[in-house]
């Protein structure tokens, strides 16, 4: 299948599609030999030989990754500013240039989904497909079966209604009590806003699931790779062909 010279080069890992196209642009790309300076190129991975100032550059096998993030770390690749740890430390043994699909908060620990599928990534992200993102959340104090009932209705917050798919009490632990929750949308801290907004406080938040893909028994700060049955289950949560068969 033929894809843009640009989409081809980020996910080759030469440089991000913005980056990509200045190199096209400076005339520093060739297909098949001859220089190429229109955006609209398009080259077949498995035919075509690209070549970015000299060097040929080679398709990457695509990567589908599950991290389990631990609390702490920024979502985000490379090094902080502020010195805060980032995924990168967890990762920097995987020679694709995966990204995180979406974004834990630093104090957020469990399941990122790493890729370097594009467009797996939007259909994931995309509230279209509805993908279910199922959490853990251990709030401060009781939840009563009245504030249940009301939470299950959802709440005006501050950039629109929010409604989870799904909510239930797991168990009171002491004076806090441990709920399970579910979006399919990803407002930026939308389960913390959505249960404060109710009075309960998020103590501890962690992320057990995406669509068909669970976290199981991975270990914090350890991942692994997605199997094929994971994979044909996740494509075809967001209608896609599944990469292999
Ligand atoms: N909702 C939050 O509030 N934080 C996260 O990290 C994810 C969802």
């Known amino acids: 299948m033929k894809v843009r010279l640009n989409k081809f080069l980020s996910e080759a890992g030469v440089a991000s ?4 196209e200045k190199l096209i642009l400076e005339g520093k790309v060739k297909v098949n030999g001859e220089v190429v300076t229109n955006l609209a190129t398009k080259v077949d991975p ?13 398709p990457q ?21 502020d010195g805060r740890k980032t995924i990168q430390e967890l990762i920097k043994d995987i020679p694709e240039r995966v990204f995180p699909v979406g974004r834990l908060d630093y104090n957020t620990e469990g399941l990122l989904i790493l890729t370097n599928d594009g467009d797996l990534a939007n259909r994931i992200l ?19 079966m009245n504030t249940l009932k009301k939470m299950r209705k959802g709440i005006e917050l501050e950039d629109g209604f929010a409604k989870p798919d799904d909510i239930r009490i797991v168990r009171y632990e002491g004076k806090d009590t441990l709920l399970e929750i579910t979006f399919h949308e990803g407002r930026k801290h939308i389960v913390k806003r959505f249960l404060g907004s109710f009075g309960h406080k998020v ?43």
Request: one cysteine or more; hydrophobic letters at 35%.
């Open 126 to 144: 995309h509230p279209r497909y509805k993908l279910s993102k199922v959490y853990l959340a251990l709030v401060e104090g009781k939840v009563s």
């Open 203 to 245: 103590k501890r938040l962690k992320r057990i699931a995406i669509g068909p893909i669970k976290l199981g028994k991975l270990s914090p700060g350890k991942w692994r790779d997605l199997n094929k049955g994971e994979l044909a289950l996740l494509f075809k949560a967001v209608g896609l062909k599944p990469p292999y068969r």
């Open 17 to 20: 599609r913005r980056k990509a």
């Open 46 to 58: 498995q035919k075509d030989i690209v070549e970015v100032e000299g060097r040929v550059v080679k």
């Open 61 to 81: 096998r695509k990567r589908y990754i599950i991290l389990n993030k631990p609390c702490c770390y920024l979502t985000q690749l490379g090094s902080s500013p």
